[in-house]
């Protein structure tokens, strides 16, 4: 049964993967709409969503440390989020965003549950609640923009935004949907949910969301940025610079404090990833493509390194589960402070 899921999965993502290149040298490299104008194909974004299933890969190669029928629900779901997460990457027109990030968002509701244990029931809960409010305000963003535009399409909002001086209408409504969007990559103010939420999952699923969750959500960032943000410059500016300091900065003390307590790795594992979406923000605030470049790359290059951290714990099975430690965790906590902090460790960390 597994081996034939697994089959499955592999032949979905080759194919859509295959599509995706035929579309882009079908078009010569052009980017088109599609959709009724919904959907966008790009360069860009064949870059985004081949980044996406090859990070959902490697993930895969983790999947390994709990029994059959829990692998097999794990890798459902992750293969339908990661469905959902192509559309949204895509998506050039805000309903179609909403309702991809809404069809992400209870998937994850789901991972974050498995397996049926106290802590992982708790994490999806908490995901649920603090997502719920998260997509209210997003919503409520959206909702005034079209009041603003009078339109859902990225295109036409474009030119009204070109043609028409800022309204404080206007700003509101793209100073709801980043802090929205905010929360999704678990920057600051809506950092809360990650250490909550990492504390539940299994492994695999804890790199799936470090990993493939937080890629696709910065994508989701940068191309509303490029098509929208780039205009309303001041509001959004100003937001992500506040949100980048305060990210590093609750990022750097939680990890210090997890180190010195000699706390759980997976509290450890969700303030270095607060404190490295800091950084990658502080490359947006710049506005321009040398900033985005620059985040992309750190993007990248950190999401690598933390699904390899992920991974040794998982693969090589180096999990005590009857105590529920880490062996040889004075390596693993320097191995992973260097890749991820660039501090001293070896205190002893529970997983």
């Known amino acids: 049964m597994?081996?034939?899921l697994m089959v499955l999965v592999a032949l979905t993502l080759f194919l859509e993967v295959g599509l995706n290149f035929y579309h882009t040298f079908s078009a010569k490299f052009d980017a088109f709409e599609y959709f009724s104008e919904m959907l966008v194909h790009s360069t860009f974004v064949l870059c985004m969503k081949s980044a996406i299933l090859a990070f959902t890969f490697i993930v895969r190669a983790y999947i390994n440390e709990y029994k059959e029928k829990t692998q097999v629900k794990a890798m459902l779901l992750i293969v339908t989020s990661v469905f959902f997460m192509q559309i949204l990457v895509a998506s050039n027109h805000f309903?179609?965003?909403y309702v991809a990030l809404e069809g992400v968002s209870l998937l994850l509701f789901i991972l974050a549950a498995i397996p049926k244990s106290e802590?992982?029931?708790e994490a999806g809960i908490k995901y649920?609640?603090?997502g719920s409010v998260a997509s209210a305000i997003l919503l409520m963003g959206i909702a005034l923009l079209y009041i603003s535009t009078r339109d859902f399409q990225f295109n036409f909002i474009r030119v009204e935004l070109l043609e028409e001086p800022i309204s404080e209408l206007t700003g509101?409504?793209?100073l709801l949907i980043g802090i929205a969007l905010l929360f999704k990559v678990s920057a600051f103010?809506?950092?809360m949910w990650a250490v909550d939420v990492y504390r539940g999952p299994i492994v695999s699923v804890l790199n799936f969301f470090a990993v493939v969750v937080k890629l696709a959500m910065f994508f989701v960032i940068m191309r509303v940025q490029m098509n929208l943000i780039v205009h309303v410059y001041p509001v959004i500016n100003t937001l992500f610079f506040?949100?980048?300091?305060a990210s590093m900065m609750i990022g750097l003390i939680g990890t210090l404090k997890v180190i010195n307590s000699a706390g759980s790795l997976r509290e450890f594992i969700a303030y270095t990833s607060i404190n490295q979406v800091g950084f990658v923000l502080l490359g947006l605030t710049c506005m321009s493509i040398d900033g985005l470049v620059a985040s992309l790359v750190y993007l990248v290059t950190y999401l690598l390194a933390s699904s390899l951290f992920i991974g040794v714990i998982s693969r090589?099975?180096?999990v005590n589960r009857e105590k529920g430690t880490i062996r040889d965790v004075e390596t693993l906590s320097d191995l992973g402070i260097i890749y991820l902090n660039g501090l001293p460790g070896g205190r002893r960390l529970d997983l």
């Open 189 to 191: 103010p809506g950092h």
């Open 2 to 4: 597994k081996v034939k």
């Open 95 to 97: 309903i179609v965003l």
């Open 172 to 174: 509101v409504s793209f």
């Open 128 to 130: 649920y609640l603090q």
């Open 316 to 318: 090589f099975n180096i």
């Open 119 to 121: 802590n992982s029931i």
């Open 242 to 245: 506040v949100s980048s300091i």
